[in-house]
C-alpha cells in the first residue's frame, strides 16, 4: 500500500486537488433566486449570492491584490514627479544639454499637464453631473479589474467604510456603468454592464420597448428579450426603465449599434447597443449611495412651486370632469339602451345585409319653416299640415307612395305606410296638431 | 527527436530559486493581471497567472509542486472576479501538473518549444475552463475562440522573454 501512495503520489495529488476544488464548486453551485420584481413588465431577473466562505475568498483576494494596484495607481504621479526631479538635477549639472534636457522636460510637463488638464475636465464634469443630480452618490477611482476575460469586473478605492453596499448603481457622466457587487472595507467590486452575468432594465427611448441588458461573448451589452421589431433602429437611445431597484429611471445607456435575430430564438431579436460610457477606459465613477432625492433649496423651492401648479390643474380639471358628466346627463342619448335587439338580415345571397348608418333623427321643431328637415312642404303649405309634413316621407307626384330618392335615407319608414293608421310624433318631441292625415 | 529527450544531467537538475522569487513573482502576475487591462483595454491577451505557473512546474520538474502552484494561482485568480471559486483553479491546476510532467520528460530550455507549451497549455486552459463552466456549473460559455486564440499566442511571445528572464533569478551551485 505504502508503494502505491508513493508511486502514485503526482496522481493522488492532482486528483485530490481537483476533487477539493470541484467540490468547492458545488457547494457554490446553487438554486438562482429570481427577483420578481426586478423588469416592470418584463422576466424575472435571477441572481445568485456568494455564501460566506467563498466571500471569504473574494476577500482574501483582494485584499492581497487591490494595495498593490491602489498603490500603483497612487504612484503614478509620484514617479512623474521624481522623473521630472532627475531630468532636474542632470539639467544642472550639464549645462551643454541645458536647452535640449529644458525641451525634454517642458515636453514632459506639458504631457503631465496635459494629462492633468484632462482629468481636470473630468472631474469638473463629474462634479458638475453631480450637482445636477438628484441623488445622492460618492466618487470613486478605479484601481483595478478581473484580469480574466470571462468576468468584467472592475475595483474601485471606495468600500463599505465610504457608505457602500452590494447592489448600488455606478454612473459616469456618460451614462452607467454597472453595480456593485462584493463590498469590501476599503475597495468594492463592480459588474460592469457588459458582462455576460450582468443585467439591468432598459427601454427603448423612441419605441418604448423594454428589455433586458447583459453583455455578450465580444464585451458588448446588449438587450435582450425582445421581440422582432421593425421599428428598432440603429442610433435609438436606450434609457434605464427604473424597475429594476438599482438603477434609477431615465439614466443614459447608450444607443442601438445593431439588430441580431436570436439563434436560439428565431422570432426574437439581440439589439447590440454602444454604450455610452466608455467601459474599457473607465477613470472615475460616481456611486449612487441612496434612491432617496438630495434637491438644492433652489430645486426644493422650484419642486414646491410646481406642485402647487399642479394641484391647480388638478383641482380645475376635476371641475371641467364634473361638469362635462353633468352635461352629458342632460342630453339625449343616440342610442337607446332599452331597444328591442334585431335579428340579423339575410340577404338573397346569404350573406348578412349590413344596415345603412343611422343618422340621429331631428327633433321635431316647436315652427318649421323651409329650413327645417322635411318641413319644406309644410312651410309652403298650411301651417295647420306643417307638424305632419314634417314626420312623413316626401311622395311623388304620381302617388306611387315610394319615398323619393333624395329624401334622407335615414329616416326611419314611417307607420303611416301601412292603410289605416296615423302618424305619430316622437314622444319627446312637442305634439303636433292631430290633422288625422290618412294615406 | 534526439534534441527533446534529456540525455544528460543537466537537463534534469531541478532549478531551484529564492523564497522571495516563489513569494514575489506569482504575487505580481496576480496584481499585473488585474491591473494591465487598465491599460490595454481589451487587448490585454495574456494569463500571467497560468505563464507563472508553467514557468515553475517545468523547471521544478515537481508534478505536485506544479499542481499545487498552479491551484493557488488559479484560486487567487477566481478569487477576484464574480464568477465561482473554482473555474481558473482546475484550469491551473491541471495545466501545472501537465507541465511538470511534460518537463520531466523532455528538454524545455529551448525558447521555440517554450513558446508551443505556453500556446498549447493556454488553449488547453480555456478548453478545461469551458468545460467547467459548461459541464459543471450548467453555465453558458459565450466566449470567442479566437480571443482564446490571441490569448494563447500572448501567452507564447510573453513566455519568450519573461521565461529567460525568470532564469537569471536561479541559485547556481
Redesign the interface.
Known amino acids: 500500500m505504502e508503494s502505491f501512495f508513493s508511486r502514485y503520489?503526482?496522481l493522488i495529488?492532482?486528483l485530490a486537488?481537483?476533487l477539493l476544488?470541484?467540490i468547492?464548486?458545488?457547494v457554490?453551485?446553487r438554486r438562482p433566486v429570481a427577483v420578481a420584481a426586478a423588469i416592470a413588465g418584463g422576466p424575472a431577473v435571477h441572481i445568485s449570492r456568494d455564501g460566506s466562505g467563498?466571500l471569504l475568498?473574494?476577500l482574501?483576494?483582494?485584499s492581497?491584490?487591490t494595495p498593490?494596484?491602489r498603490a500603483?495607481h497612487g504612484a503614478g504621479d509620484g514617479m512623474g514627479s521624481l522623473w521630472s526631479n532627475y531630468v532636474d538635477l542632470r539639467h544642472t549639472k550639464d549645462q551643454n544639454k541645458e536647452l535640449q534636457q529644458t525641451i525634454d522636460r517642458l515636453r514632459l510637463e506639458q504631457a503631465e499637464l496635459r494629462e492633468d488638464a484632462l482629468q481636470g475636465q473630468r472631474l469638473q464634469a463629474m462634479l458638475k453631473f453631480r450637482e445636477s443630480y438628484a441623488y445622492q452618490t460618492v466618487p470613486a477611482q478605479?484601481i483595478?479589474?478581473?484580469?480574466?476575460?470571462?468576468?468584467r469586473?472592475i475595483?474601485i478605492d471606495k468600500g463599505s467604510a465610504d457608505g457602500l453596499a452590494p447592489d448600488m448603481a455606478v454612473i459616469t457622466s456618460d451614462g452607467i456603468a454597472g453595480k456593485v457587487?462584493?463590498v469590501f472595507p476599503h475597495t468594492a467590486?463592480v459588474?460592469l454592464i457588459n458582462?455576460?452575468?450582468s443585467g439591468a432594465g432598459v427601454i427603448l427611448e423612441k419605441t418604448r420597448i423594454r428589455g433586458i441588458l447583459r453583455g455578450?461573448?465580444?464585451?458588448q451589452p446588449q438587450v435582450i428579450n425582445i421581440l422582432a421589431d421593425g421599428r428598432i433602429q440603429p442610433g435609438e437611445h436606450v434609457l434605464t426603465a427604473g424597475g429594476d431597484q438599482i438603477f434609477p429611471r431615465g439614466l443614459p445607456v447608450g444607443a442601438v449599434e445593431k439588430v441580431l435575430r436570436d439563434p436560439d430564438r428565431g422570432s426574437f431579436i439581440e439589439v447590440v447597443i454602444k454604450p455610452a460610457a466608455d467601459l474599457?477606459?473607465l477613470d472615475e465613477v460616481l456611486v449612487i449611495t441612496s434612491l432617496e432625492p438630495q434637491l438644492s433649496p433652489q430645486q426644493q423651492t422650484d419642486l414646491a412651486t410646481s406642485e402647487e401648479l399642479k394641484g391647480a390643474e388638478v383641482a380645475a380639471d376635476a371641475e371641467r370632469k364634473k361638469a362635462a358628466a353633468e352635461m352629458a346627463e342632460r342630453l339625449p342619448g343616440l342610442k337607446d339602451p332599452n331597444a328591442p335587439v334585431t335579428p340579423p338580415v339575410i340577404g338573397p345571397d346569404g350573406q348578412p345585409v349590413v344596415p345603412p348608418p343611422v343618422a340621429p333623427k331631428p327633433l321635431q321643431a316647436l315652427h318649421p319653416d323651409r329650413f327645417s328637415p322635411g318641413g319644406a312642404q309644410g312651410a309652403t303649405s298650411s301651417g295647420s299640415d306643417s307638424g305632419a309634413a314634417a314626420d312623413t316621407p316626401e311622395t311623388p307626384a304620381d302617388g306611387t307612395g315610394t319615398p323619393k330618392a333624395a329624401a334622407p335615407k335615414a329616416q326611419p319608414k314611417p307607420q303611416s305606410a301601412k292603410p289605416g293608421t296615423t302618424t305619430t310624433a316622437p314622444k319627446s318631441a312637442p305634439k303636433p296638431p292631430q290633422t288625422g292625415r290618412v294615406q | 527527436m534526439p534534441t527533446l529527450i534529456p540525455d544528460y544531467r543537466r537537463d534534469l537538475e531541478i532549478r531551484r530559486y529564492p523564497l522571495y522569487i516563489y513569494v514575489l513573482v506569482p504575487?505580481a502576475a496576480?496584481?499585473l493581471?488585474?491591473?494591465?487591462?487598465?491599460l490595454l483595454?481589451?487587448f490585454?491577451y495574456m494569463d500571467l497567472p497560468l505563464l507563472v505557473a508553467i514557468y515553475f512546474a517545468l523547471n521544478r520538474r515537481s508534478?505536485?509542486h506544479g499542481?499545487?502552484l498552479g491551484?493557488l494561482l488559479g484560486?487567487?485568480?477566481?478569487?477576484?472576479?464574480?464568477?465561482?471559486?473554482?473555474?481558473?483553479?482546475?484550469a491551473n491546476?491541471?495545466c501545472g501538473?501537465l507541465a511538470a510532467?511534460v518537463g520531466i520528460r523532455i528538454v524545455v530550455e529551448n525558447n521555440a518549444i517554450r513558446m508551443v507549451m505556453n500556446f498549447a497549455l493556454t488553449l488547453l486552459s480555456s478548453a478545461i475552463?469551458m468545460g467547467?463552466?459548461r459541464g459543471?456549473?450548467?453555465l453558458?460559455w459565450?466566449?470567442?475562440w479566437l480571443?482564446?486564440l490571441f490569448?494563447a499566442a500572448g501567452n507564447g511571445l510573453i513566455g519568450l522573454v519573461l521565461f529567460p528572464a525568470l532564469d537569471r533569478t536561479q541559485i547556481r551551485d
Do not use: C, K
Not at chain 1, 483595478?144 to 468576468?151: A, M
Not at chain 2, 493581471?33 to 487598465?38: D, K, M, N, S, T
Open positions: 503520489r503526482n495529488v492532482l486537488a481537483l476544488q470541484v468547492g464548486l458545488a457554490q453551485v467563498v475568498i473574494r482574501w483576494a483582494a492581497l491584490v498593490f494596484e500603483i478605479v483595478g479589474t478581473s484580469g480574466s476575460s470571462v468576468s469586473l475595483y457587487r462584493d467590486q459588474l458582462d455576460q452575468t455578450n461573448a465580444g464585451g474599457q477606459h | 504575487l496576480v496584481v493581471q488585474a491591473w494591465l487591462p487598465r483595454g481589451r490585454a508534478p505536485i499542481t499545487l491551484a484560486l487567487a485568480q477566481d478569487g477576484l472576479t464574480q464568477g465561482a471559486i473554482g473555474i481558473h483553479g482546475i491546476t491541471v501538473f510532467s475552463m467547467v463552466i459543471l456549473l450548467g453558458a459565450h466566449s470567442s480571443d482564446e490569448r
